[in-house]
């Protein structure tokens, strides 16, 4: 099979072995992909990454052992791998063992071939009404609502997306129906258009003005969502929030951030890391067309066109680019 090889900020197009399902595993032939954020920050060198990278896809079932039934089901797939052992296992939560495998990121090859495989107990098949372009989005959208299962939303929350990338622009449209009247902010006009169109609440900002663009809302929001994606992000964040407010840091940099320590103690502010969702719940969303994800697709390849596509998903205000497969 044809795969793409990610090494010391290098891709390459190489030909490997299909992978082999062994024991409550599935091998699966993808049909598209989603470019995500991560993807560029592991290219930049963000976690040491060597391997077959990619995490957001939808995929056929092309051999299941033990699982016959599962053979052609179009799937989406839980990227936490545990070792089934340990106590986080056991709560059915693998994202927090210590041993844990992540697809595409950390010592599992990937959906950027034309096969991968994964454990059948993480597959989750997709309704006939969603189509696949749709269906690529159910990783980040999980992302996205896991918020909402790890902090009590309201509808009266004064409430800040801050970020109008991927992750920041789906999140927004998701959390909507949680608190109608939360505020996305962000740099791009045609991005927050797109979000306002959906209904939600926008702000565009300066982007050279740094915190002075966000001086009058000073310690406004009950809660800000952290999703820049930039380092100074969660100082910007605790700028916005107020005292006792709660702060999520959704997204992740190759780059440190520094912490204000004593604002953090002072202020009380509770900060609060979030990563994968439900998938079950994100296709729930999905089918019931609760968010339009179509116009926030801003291209789509072919494999072969792997580089011009992973250029295209790191320019400046990108939206979502995709991967198709023949």
């Given at each position: 099979?044809?795969?793409?090889?990610?090494?010391?900020?290098?891709?390459?197009?190489?030909n490997?072995?299909?992978?082999?399902?062994?024991?409550?595993e599935?091998?699966?032939?993808?049909?598209?992909?989603?470019?995500?954020?991560?993807?560029?920050?592991?290219?930049?060198?963000?976690?040491?990454?060597?391997?077959?990278?990619?995490?957001?896809?939808?995929?056929?079932?092309?051999?299941?052992?033990?699982?016959?039934?599962?053979?052609?089901?179009?799937?989406?797939?839980?990227?936490?791998?545990?070792?089934?052992?340990?106590?986080?296992?056991?709560?059915?939560?693998?994202?927090?063992?210590r041993?844990?495998?992540?697809?595409?990121?950390?010592?599992?090859?990937?959906?950027?071939?034309?096969?991968?495989?994964?454990?059948?107990?993480?597959?989750?098949?997709?309704?006939?009404?969603?189509?696949?372009?749709?269906?690529?989005?159910?990783?980040?959208?999980?992302?996205?609502?896991?918020?909402?299962q790890?902090?009590?939303?309201?509808?009266?929350?004064?409430?800040?997306i801050?970020?109008?990338?991927?992750?920041?622009?789906?999140?927004?449209?998701?959390?909507?129906?949680?608190?109608?009247?939360?505020?996305?902010?962000?740099?791009?006009?045609?991005?927050?258009?797109?979000?306002e169109?959906?209904?939600?609440?926008?702000?565009?900002?300066?982007?050279?003005?740094?915190?002075?663009a966000?001086?009058?809302?000073?310690?406004?929001?009950?809660?800000?969502v952290?999703?820049?994606?930039?380092?100074?992000?969660?100082?910007?964040?605790?700028?916005?929030?107020?005292?006792e407010?709660?702060?999520?840091?959704?997204?992740?940099?190759?780059?440190?951030?520094?912490?204000?320590?004593?604002?953090?103690?002072?202020?009380?502010?509770?900060?609060?890391?979030?990563?994968?969702?439900?998938?079950?719940?994100?296709?729930f969303?999905?089918?019931?067309?609760?968010?339009?994800?179509?116009?926030?697709?801003?291209?789509?390849?072919?494999f072969?066109?792997?580089?011009?596509?992973?250029?295209?998903a790191?320019?400046p205000?990108?939206?979502?680019?995709?991967?198709?497969?023949?």
């Amino acid at each position: 099979m044809k795969a793409i090889f990610l090494e010391d900020r290098t891709f390459s197009t190489v030909n490997r072995p299909k992978p082999r399902a062994g024991r409550g595993e599935a091998l699966l032939r993808v049909v598209r992909a989603g470019i995500c954020n991560t993807d560029l920050e592991l290219y930049r060198g963000y976690y040491g990454f060597r391997g077959v990278p990619g995490h957001e896809f939808v995929a056929r079932v092309e051999a299941a052992p033990g699982r016959p039934d599962m053979v052609g089901r179009r799937v989406v797939v839980d990227i936490n791998i545990g070792c089934g052992r340990c106590e986080w296992c056991e709560r059915d939560d693998p994202r927090h063992c210590r041993e844990r495998r992540v697809i595409g990121i950390k010592d599992w090859d990937g959906c950027f071939a034309e096969y991968v495989k994964a454990p059948v107990a993480g597959l989750h098949p997709v309704p006939e009404s969603v189509p696949d372009e749709v269906a690529v989005f159910a990783e980040p959208l999980a992302a996205a609502l896991e918020i909402g299962q790890q902090v009590h939303l309201t509808a009266n929350l004064k409430m800040a997306i801050l970020g109008d990338g991927k992750l920041g622009l789906l999140t927004a449209l998701a959390l909507r129906f949680f608190n109608p009247g939360l505020t996305l902010i962000g740099r791009h006009g045609r991005k927050l258009a797109l979000a306002e169109a959906q209904g939600v609440r926008v702000h565009r900002v300066d982007p050279k003005a740094g915190l002075r663009a966000l001086e009058a809302w000073t310690g406004c929001f009950d809660l800000v969502v952290e999703a820049t994606g930039r380092p100074e992000g969660l100082a910007q964040a605790m700028h916005l929030v107020r005292p006792e407010g709660v702060i999520v840091a959704k997204t992740t940099s190759h780059e440190s951030s520094a912490i204000d320590l004593a604002a953090l103690v002072v202020n009380e502010y509770t900060l609060v890391g979030s990563r994968c969702g439900d998938m079950a719940l994100a296709l729930f969303f999905l089918q019931q067309q609760r968010i339009d994800v179509a116009p926030l697709i801003e291209a789509a390849y072919p494999f072969q066109d792997f580089e011009t596509a992973f250029e295209h998903a790191g320019r400046p205000g990108a939206m979502k680019v995709q991967i198709f497969f023949d």
